[in-house]
């Protein structure tokens, strides 16, 4: 199994629609969880951390479920420019210790 | 902008090349890190320096050799290359050096096309 898994997508949502990403993890012991976009050929950049409070940015808002062992994004009022690959990360173990692991990416498409 | 810079964009080079990558940062951070990211896929982590010494090596071939000569600049030397090895290279940096609990700063990448 691997340590972050996300639905690949696609998902095809028209403008000002509200779309939800989960994303599970398997390292009960991960800390730290992140959102990251990625436009096509380009890096990744930080979309937002993931507090256990949840997080809140603007249109864009991140939740973790500890129990259920995953993090989401919601995202409303979608936008042509929201389109781009969410790359979800959190953590692994190895014998240097945890590492952030990011999650294949989900794939939004937005359109008019 | 990103703020941390990476040079070439794009490289092309033979199997029987070398050359090397270069990745700058001037936020202080105490962390650096390459990935390899083929296309569709997520970044692989392939070397940590936390405080300019290597501190991780995810078992990358050694025809990839990294090298830290400050805290602002990581490099990656390529040798012997293979077609496989055509990829993004992103480097990155972190404030932190748990490699956990700060965020990363991508570089734009380099695009590395070996023939």
């Known amino acids: 199994r691997k340590e972050v898994e996300q639905d690949p997508g696609p998902f095809n949502v028209p403008e000002g629609a509200t779309v939800a990403f989960n994303c599970t993890y398997s390292?009960?012991?991960?800390?730290?969880f992140f959102w990251y976009r990625q436009d096509c050929r380009k890096e990744p950049k930080l979309l937002m951390s993931?507090?256990?409070s949840g997080n809140e940015d603007g249109r864009f808002t991140a939740q973790l479920n500890r129990a259920s062992q995953y993090i989401s994004l919601l995202i409303r009022d979608s936008k042509l420019s929201d389109s781009a690959t969410y790359l979800c990360?959190?953590?692994?173990?190895?014998?240097?210790?945890?590492?952030?692991?990011f999650g294949g990416g989900t794939r939004l498409m937005v359109k008019p | 902008d990103t703020e941390v810079t990476q040079t070439p964009k794009h490289l092309v080079m033979g199997m029987t090349n070398k050359k090397s990558l270069k990745c700058e940062q001037h936020?202080?951070?105490?962390?650096m890190y390459w990935y390899k990211q083929k296309a569709k896929k997520p970044p692989e982590l392939m070397f940590v320096?936390?405080?300019?010494?290597?501190?991780i090596n995810e078992s990358v071939p050694s025809r990839f050799s990294p090298e830290c000569p400050n805290s602002s600049l990581l490099n990656l030397h390529l040798h012997a290359l293979q077609p496989e090895d055509s990829a993004l290279y992103l480097c990155?940096?972190?404030?932190?050096?748990?490699?956990?609990?700060?965020?990363?700063?991508f570089g734009n990448g380099t695009r590395l096309t070996v023939t």
């Open positions: 390292n009960s012991a991960s800390q730290s």
């Open positions: 936020m202080g951070h105490r962390a």
């Open positions: 990360v959190g953590t692994r173990y190895n014998n240097a210790g945890n590492m952030l692991t």
């Open positions: 320096y936390s405080y300019e010494k290597l501190s």
């Open positions: 990155a940096s972190s404030q932190g050096t748990s490699m956990v609990d700060s965020p990363l700063h």
């Open positions: 993931v507090y256990s």
